[in-house]
């Protein structure tokens, strides 16, 4: 990456609305970041059950969320915001609050319609700053979104297994329950637009079928964020079973604070690049510096600063795919393809959470390193193969766009 410039982020953030939006989708999405390590946690240690069978009711969830997420964003698409958000606000407050007093067959049943209806607050936030922002400057707010994203990490699975350490597992699950509520209904108070008034205008013109948008490129693109999140809910999931069987559990906030951080540095230097590797470049190393780690577990602080250059690559990973769907899918079906994304990001999730406990389980927790990061480097090679070995991105389009209003809810 070179020419780096605080410039953009200030531009950015002059924008109106681009700043309270930020912050809204930082609140949204705390009880989502401390969701998964706080359930995995209360199925090992108060269900008594194996992190196999804790991967599974992960994999369930966000098995549902990939399924609900196109169709939701279809739903933003045609309805607006507000009357899916409130939907999904109530199933995600009613599904954490009764989670904890759920035996674990119960729990696995009841985790498939939860991840249907779980707020797609990754698709959504998408949409608010692509309406607000012109193309040319996407790059600096989506890398400000996911820094964004990395201080919810920071925050919220520390949070959560916390409060689980010093109270229980039903605290711990009713508090999340409780913030899905409040999030929910902030975000319905605001209600941002998802597109702004010329958007709108051409959409309510014309609607572009499926085959008509989906392209190679796209297809990359979610393959590209479903490899990034196997990467990553294996390298959490491997972290926590590290200093769990080294009886150091309560610095896994610790571990996952110094891993965010370093994630965070690294989207800030890529959102203000000029010039930046592709995200299928980004992505291989995020997996390839991920396989050292497995010989680097021990002690708990040699972890930490072993994960630091994988993490360095996570957030310009992400930000890098969501600026390429914005870019390429029209926008009357940015809401479809956000849930596209978003569903590839969740089946990574639902995917890489049993695969890589059943390596914990079978091997040891330090393999789950190593496998995630060769599962890693192998779909980053599929998604180079689709479009061709191009290792750099190009600048955001320096053409000037229509004046943006504010839309329409």
């Known amino acids: 990456m070179d020419v780096v410039s605080l410039q953009s982020y200030r531009a950015a953030l002059r924008i109106r609305g681009v700043p309270s939006s930020l912050l809204l989708m930082f609140v949204v999405r705390l009880p989502m970041t401390a969701a998964g390590l706080t359930m995995t946690l209360h199925v090992v240690s108060e ?133 899905f509520g409040v999030g929910g209904l902030l975000l319905w108070l605001m209600n941002p637009p998802i597109r702004n008034s010329d958007e709108i205008g051409a959409g309510e013109l014309y609607r572009p079928r499926l085959r008509q948008w989906v392209n190679r490129s796209l297809i990359a693109t979610w393959l590209t964020a479903f490899g990034a999140l196997f990467v990553l809910i294996g390298t959490e999931l491997s972290a926590l079973a590290v200093l769990r069987a080294s009886g150091n559990v309560e610095l896994t906030g610790v571990v996952i604070a110094v891993i965010c951080l370093a994630s965070l540095i690294g989207g800030l230097v890529y959102g203000a690049a000029s010039r930046t590797p592709s995200q299928r470049t980004l992505m291989f190393l995020l997996a390839a510096l991920l396989i050292p780690v497995a010989v680097l577990d021990e002690p708990w602080w040699l972890l930490a600063i072993a994960l630091i250059p994988s993490n360095l690559v996570c957030a310009p990973t992400l930000a890098a795919t969501s600026e390429a769907v914005s870019r390429l899918a029209p926008p009357q079906v940015r809401g479809t393809a956000m849930g596209l994304q978003d569903s590839s990001v969740r089946l990574g999730l639902a995917v890489g959470n049993p695969a890589i406990g059943l390596v914990i389980d079978h091997g040891s927790a330090s393999w789950g390193f190593a496998a995630s990061g060769l599962v890693g480097v192998v779909i980053a090679g599929v998604a180079m193969l689709l479009v061709g070995f191009s290792t750099t991105s190009k600048p955001a389009a320096p053409r000037e766009s229509k004046q943006r209003t504010r839309a329409p809810r």
Not at 82 to 106: D, M, N, Q
Not at 107 to 118: E, Q
């Open 47 to 179: 269900l008594g059950m194996g992190y196999g069978a804790a991967g599974l009711v992960g994999a369930v969830t966000t098995g549902g969320t990939a399924l609900g997420a196109p169709l939701l964003g279809r739903f933003f698409d045609r309805y607006g915001l507000r009357p899916v958000i409130a939907v999904c606000a109530i199933a995600s407050t009613v599904y954490w609050l009764t989670a904890s007093h759920l035996p674990y067959v119960a729990l696995l049943c009841t985790a498939l319609p939860a991840g249907l209806l779980a707020i797609p607050a990754g698709p959504v936030g998408k949409q608010i700053l692509a309406a607000l922002v012109p193309e040319r400057q996407r790059r600096s707010v989506f890398s400000l979104d996911t820094v964004s994203v990395e201080l919810s990490f920071m925050i919220g699975p520390a949070l959560g297994i916390g409060i689980a350490t010093a109270f229980s597992g039903t605290v711990a699950l009713s508090a999340i329950g409780i913030c």
